[in-house]
């Protein structure tokens, strides 16, 4: 089991990763800079929550910590892990279809509403680390 103690952090590899489900209390970072772009992340055990210049990007219930997460393509890419199974919400492009990988392994494929919307379930057993993999269509 790993969290991101500091809650957001930028990787060696250009990425971000944030979150901390172990923490009891909400624990917000708000204006963290990354790659010109400010970033908000609220965390704690039931919620975990991220922002990009004041617009929704990741939410998850119960709170999770993700890793190495990517956008491009029109599509995201990130490890996640919790100590409990997870409801994910993410935001792409409105009314576009997805593809959702787990592991490698495709889940099917999803369409985003109006808002650009996207919501799955993710089994996270004893704060197992999943890969998770969203394509555009």
Avoid: C, W
């Avoid at 809650?7 to 009891?24: C, D, Q």
């Avoid at 970072?29 to 990009?52: A, P, Q």
């Avoid at 993700?66 to 492009?93: W, Y």
């Avoid at 409105?94 to 985003?112: N, Q, V």
């Amino acid at each position: 089991m790993s969290v991101v103690k500091e809650l957001i952090r930028t990787e060696e590899n250009g990425t971000i990763s944030f979150g901390n489900y172990e923490l009891s209390v909400k624990s917000k970072v708000s204006d963290y800079e990354h790659r010109g772009d400010m970033y908000k992340v609220k965390t704690f055990s039931e919620i975990t929550k991220l922002e990009r210049n004041g617009m929704f990007v990741y939410e998850s219930v119960p709170g999770t910590t993700v890793f190495d997460l990517t956008q491009e393509n029109g599509g995201m890419q990130f490890a996640v892990e919790s100590n409990e199974d997870a409801q994910i919400t993410v935001e792409l492009e409105a009314d576009a279809e997805y593809e959702i990988y787990l592991d490698g392994k495709s889940i099917g494929k999803m369409k985003t509403n109006l808002g650009g919307k996207l919501s799955f379930s993710i089994e996270l057993e004893n704060a197992l680390q999943v890969a998770v993999k969203i394509v555009k269509l």
